[in-house]
C-alpha cells in the first residue's frame, strides 16, 4: 500500500508530547460530558412526555384502560431522571462519537479517516434500529403475552391483574432497547475488522454454527426469561450476522479490485 507523503506530514506534525494528548483528551471529555448535561437538562423537562411514548407499546397490548402505578412517593421521579438520562445519552452521541474522532483522528492516514467515518455514522443508525424493532414490535408482543396470563374472578378463584410499575416498565423497555441497540452492531464491527483485515468472510463462514450458539447465549442473558424475547432478538441477530458476511465479502471483492489495479498501474504507482 502507498503512502501519501502528505499523510506523512500531517501524521508528523500531529504528534505531540504526552501532557498535550493529556490536555486534549480532558477538553474533549469536558465538552462530552457538556453536552450530555445540556441534554440531561432538556430531556427532563419533557421526560414525562418521554414517559408516556415509551408506554405506547403496552397501551398497544393493553388498550386504552392501560394503567401503571408507582408504589413509593419518590418512585416516578427516579423514573424521570432515568428517562432524562436514557435520552441523553442517545442525544448527546453524535457530539461525543465526534469528539473521539476528533482525539484520534491526527493519528490516522486520509485514506483510515475516510474509511473510520461510515462505521462513525452507522452505530447511532443501526443502534435506532434495533431500538425501533423493539418499540414497534417485541415490546407489544411481548406484553400481549404476558397480559394473558391475567386471572379473572371466579368462584374459587382470586382475581390477578397486570399492574406494572413505572420503574419496573421502564427497566424493561430500556432493557431490551440497550440489547437490541447493541445486537444490531454487529454488521459494523465485524465489517469493520473485515476492512482491517482481522476476519475474512470465510472465517465468518466457519464460525458461524458458533456464532449461533453466541447468539442464543447473549439473548438469554440480555432478555428477560421468555422464549418470545430472546428468539426476538436470536434471529434478527442471525440475519445480522449473514448480513455481515455479505458486507465482508463485498469489501474483500473491493480490496481485491483495487490491489490488482495497482499491480497493473506497475510499482511507482
Known amino acids: 500500500m502507498t503512502i501519501d507523503p502528505d499523510d506523512e506530514k500531517n501524521i508528523e506534525a500531529s504528534k505531540a508530547p504526552l501532557m498535550e494528548h493529556l490536555i486534549e483528551l480532558r477538553s474533549r471529555l469536558i465538552k462530552a460530558v457538556v453536552a450530555f448535561v445540556v441534554m440531561f437538562v432538556l430531556f427532563f423537562y419533557f421526560a414525562k412526555d418521554i414517559y408516556n411514548l415509551l408506554v405506547i407499546p403496552f397501551e398497544m397490548a393493553a388498550g386504552p384502560d392501560a394503567k401503571l402505578i408507582y408504589t413509593a412517593p419518590q418512585e416516578f421521579f427516579f423514573t424521570q431522571i432515568k428517562v432524562a438520562m436514557f435520552s441523553a445519552a442517545f442525544a448527546a452521541c453524535p457530539v461525543i462519537i465526534s469528539q473521539i474522532y476528533a482525539f484520534v483522528a491526527p493519528g490516522l492516514y486520509k485514506h483510515e479517516r475516510s474509511a473510520f467515518v461510515p462505521y462513525l455514522v452507522a452505530t447511532p443508525i443501526f443502534f435506532a434500529l434495533g431500538a425501533m424493532l423493539v418499540f414497534f414490535l417485541v415490546m407489544p408482543n411481548l406484553l400481549h403475552f404476558f ?123
Open 147 to 269: 397480559l394473558a396470563m391475567q386471572q379473572s374472578k371466579e368462584p374459587g378463584k382470586a382475581q390477578i391483574e397486570l399492574l406494572p410499575r413505572v420503574s419496573e416498565y421502564l427497566s424493561l423497555i430500556m432493557t431490551l432497547i440497550f440489547a437490541f441497540g447493541i445486537t444490531f452492531q454487529m454488521p459494523v464491527v465485524l465489517t469493520l475488522l473485515g476492512r482491517i483485515g482481522i476476519i475474512d468472510s470465510q472465517f465468518l463462514k466457519e464460525k458461524r454454527r458458533y456464532a449461533i450458539v453466541l447468539v442464543f447465549i447473549v439473548a438469554a442473558i440480555l432478555t428477560p426469561p421468555d422464549v418470545f424475547s430472546q428468539l426476538a432478538l436470536a434471529i434478527p441477530a442471525m440475519a445480522l450476522y449473514e448480513l455481515s458476511i455479505i458486507s465482508v465479502s463485498m469489501i474483500e471483492k473491493k480490496q481485491q479490485e483495487e490491489r490488482a489495479k495497482r499491480e497493473a498501474e506497475g510499482p511507482g504507482a
